[in-house]
Nanobody, 122 residues
């Protein structure tokens, strides 16, 4: 079992920055693919940024150049640095993990955090 706890969400004005953190506990961390996903009410959960078990990153087109995903294996923590935030980035953000090589698709992940809300005002 893997437990994931997100933090760092909040309210910010457009153009601002936030850093999300996801603390992982439980099983081996370095072999896991991990990612950040977001979901608005009534919509499907979409991949924002993922890092696979080989360390390769993948970003949604809408966040390329603005968001950066990183992973600190020593601290068992996943991060998402979000810069130049836009109102359309407003969503609930979820951290996810799964053992092995995974793409940035929600269906491929078994372990999920409870989510952290990000609200960007214009």
């Amino acid at each position: 079992q893997v437990q994931l706890v997100e933090s760092g969400g909040g309210s910010v004005q457009a153009g601002g920055s936030l850093r999300l953190s996801c603390a992982a506990s439980g099983r081996t961390y370095s072999s896991y693919s991990m990612g950040w996903f977001r979901q608005a009410p009534g919509k499907e959960r979409e991949g924002v940024a993922c890092i696979d078990s080989l360390g390769r990153t993948n970003y949604a087109d809408s966040v390329k150049g603005r968001f950066t995903i990183s992973k600190d294996n020593a601290k068992n923590t996943l991060y998402l640095q979000m810069n130049s935030l836009k109102p359309e980035d407003t969503d609930m953000y979820y951290c996810a993990a799964d053992n092995g090589l995974r793409r940035c698709r929600a269906i491929e992940y078994d372990y999920w955090g409870q989510g952290t809300q990000v609200t960007v005002s214009s």
